[in-house]
């Protein structure tokens, strides 16, 4: 069982930068595949970047990709989401996942945060 809290979101201009993190619960973190999604209001959750479980492979969706970095800390439980250069369109709330492996799929993870917003104004 592993629990996820996010935190980091918040309001920022376009061209500005947020760095989210996900703090998780339970000694066998370092056993999972961490994932960001995001879902927009009246939009489904899509997938925004996965890291593996010794941060040695990562993924990106071509939207985010060249702008955001996923990273990881074992040693203190947490994944994060360095977000750079941000849009209008990264408006959402973001949502940190844990999977047995790295997927772009939401079915694939069994664990997830509560979410948190990020408003991007233009």
């Known amino acids: 069982q592993v629990q996820l809290v996010e935190s980091g979101g918040g309001l920022v201009q376009a061209g500005g930068s947020l760095r989210l993190s996900c703090a998780a619960s339970g000694r066998t973190f370092s056993s999972y595949a961490m994932g960001w999604f995001r879902q927009a209001p009246g939009k489904e959750r899509e997938f925004v970047t996965a890291?593996?479980?010794?941060?040695?492979?990562?993924y990106y969706a071509d939207s985010v990709k060249g702008r955001f970095t996923i990273s990881r800390d074992n040693a203190k439980n947490t994944v994060y989401l360095q977000m750079n250069s941000l849009k209008p369109e990264d408006t959402a709330v973001y949502y940190c996942?844990?999977?047995?492996?790295?997927?772009?799929?939401?079915?694939?993870?069994?664990?997830w945060g509560q979410g948190t917003q990020v408003t991007v104004s233009s």
């Open positions: 890291i593996s479980w010794s941060g040695g492979n990562t």
């Open positions: 996942a844990a999977a047995r492996s790295s997927s772009w799929y939401t079915n694939d993870y069994p664990y």
